[in-house]
């Protein structure tokens, strides 16, 4: 038995590691709620009723509830007003099976006044869409403008490969969905129509932040 408590322990640190590989949120759960259960064998025969068991077992549920949830939301079709607004107004993806590949890449987060987004010279800085609230732009310790719902953070730096060229900071709390760089890379490659209309998106915010700026200047 000590054996087999042994292979069960040894498995479930190789899952865990390999729920890092992945991009899909999905997959992430899924490879994680492996890695709980097999973990639950290893410390059952293991230590019995240990800390170590309670611990997996906590892992293991909450996994396998935000898994169930990600099922369900997929199955049934329901967004947020927060995601509709984003698929069919601002990235114009009208197709379900595409806005469900992009919604596995996004987490979704309130962040308070004072909040930093983004620091200048960052790099890989976070790609950011913005649903509801401010910030203001900082360069160089000097304020030049600022932005707010509709608009995405960190798209230059994800087309450019540079470092975060300002500071972002929160100045009206904030709806925000926070997505994965890489893995949206990925999907664009692999679904091309998907990348067209994200950097459509990204251009229309880019363009307004230039008109903003230019404004500012005057």
């Given at each position: ?6 292979l069960l ?7 865990i590691v ?11 759960r899924?490879?994680?709620?492996a ?10 025969l ?9 611990m ?29 607004d ?11 099976a ?5 919604r596995?890449?996004m987490?979704?987060?309130d ?10 010279g ?10 509801s ?15 707010g719902?509709g ?7 994800h ?27 990925q999907l664009?490659?692999?679904?091309p ?12 915010s ?5 008109l ?7």
């Amino acid at each position: 038995m000590e054996s087999i408590g042994s292979l069960l322990g040894w498995l479930a640190g190789v899952a865990i590691v390999g729920a890092i590989i992945p991009h899909q949120v999905r997959m992430i759960r899924l490879v994680a709620l492996a890695a709980g259960l097999l973990a639950i064998g290893h410390f059952a025969l293991a230590d019995g009723l240990g800390v170590g068991l309670a611990m997996a077992l906590v892992f293991t549920i909450i996994n396998g509830v935000r898994l169930y949830a990600l099922y369900r939301r997929a199955r049934s079709g329901v967004m947020t007003a927060e995601e509709r607004d984003l698929f069919e107004y601002v990235m114009k993806i009208e197709e379900p099976a595409q806005q469900n590949r992009l919604r596995d890449l996004m987490v979704w987060e309130d962040m308070p006044v004072g909040s930093q987004l983004i620091r200048q010279g960052q790099s890989d800085p976070p790609l950011i869409y913005i649903a509801s609230g401010r910030a203001e732009i900082e360069r160089d310790l000097a304020i030049v403008s600022e932005c707010g719902a509709g608009e995405f953070l960190g798209e230059m730096s994800h087309v450019s490969g540079d470092k975060a060229s300002a500071t972002v900071t929160v100045t009206q709390d904030m709806r925000l969905a926070r997505l994965d760089r890489d893995a949206l890379g990925q999907l664009a490659q692999s679904l091309p129509e998907i990348g067209k209309a994200v950097d459509r998106a990204f251009n229309r915010s880019l363009a307004v932040k230039v008109l903003r700026m230019n404004q500012s200047i005057r």
